[in-house]
């Protein structure tokens, strides 16, 4: 007797990997009233930026003794400006309780250097527009290529803001490379590189030898543990993006 062979149902979901920007709220104080006062100000200079924005509440930093924080009371304050907690980050053993007693998820304190956000004064409209001038399109202004020539160590950061980024020695782990165009390193890659990250998906990463601990190109990433199961690792590569898969070729 021959029998059927059960049919492989169609996935109903696929796991990806992105990069997002989420916004990083870092209490150096358990102050609730002084928190609704200095967000209050801030929401006045850019009042856009708060329009639901997602949120992770940082609370690593508060001092050991400082007393256990009012969670529910925070992201109260929190939303009421605009912020949706989606996470907390925390080291003490009350916070991370008062987390799980509210099914909100945690994450681990972070080394990592974060830079503060810069909000700039919004402009009110102007309710009767003068009539039109014609004028010359500006010229585009092209931004010089950003040129390291000595190793880049664990823990720097660097950003090539409108250009290319080239790397003339070696990068180190811990290590972050940022640049809206491509990335070029002539020497061992072992930190992070992202590339595009404001969007540009025909940036490239280019390397003399591939062991880095993240790559990424307009937001799409690879990470050390896929890294290493390309048989391309430790050689020079060029990495490009197509569609949102990360392309590996040899150099």
């Not at 992201?75 to 980050?89: D, F, N, P, Q």
């Not at 931004?143 to 020695?169: E, F, H, M, N």
């Amino acid at each position: 007797m021959s029998q059927t062979e059960p049919q492989q149902p169609e996935a109903v979901f696929q796991l990806k990997g992105s990069m997002l920007a989420i916004t990083v709220l870092e209490l150096a104080r358990n102050d609730l009233e002084g928190l609704d006062r200095q967000l209050a100000v801030k929401v006045a200079q850019a009042p856009n930026f708060f329009s639901n924005t997602p949120l992770v509440l940082a609370v690593d930093k508060l001092p050991a003794n400082g007393g256990p924080i009012d969670l529910p009371g925070l992201m109260r304050v929190c939303r009421h400006h605009g912020l949706r907690t989606l996470a907390i980050r925390a080291a003490r053993i009350e916070d991370i309780a008062a987390a799980i007693a509210i099914d909100l998820p945690v994450l681990p304190p972070s080394n990592a250097r974060e830079r503060p956000v810069e909000l700039a004064e919004e402009r009110k409209p102007i309710v009767e527009a003068p009539p039109p001038v014609v004028e010359a399109p500006p010229k585009p202004v092209v931004q010089p290529t950003r040129i390291i020539t000595t190793p880049v160590r664990g823990g720097q950061q660097i950003y090539a803001q409108g250009c290319d980024l080239v790397i003339i020695s070696s990068v180190s782990s811990g290590a972050e490379l940022l640049a809206d165009g491509n990335i070029h390193v002539y020497g061992p890659m072992r930190g992070r590189a992202l590339a595009g990250v404001k969007g540009d998906t025909r940036a490239r990463i280019f390397c003399q030898q591939l062991g880095a601990e993240l790559v990424s190109i307009a937001g799409q990433y690879k990470v050390a543990e896929d890294l290493r199961r390309d048989p391309l690792w430790g050689n020079p590569v060029q990495i490009s993006l197509s569609g949102d898969v990360l392309n590996i070729t040899r150099l």
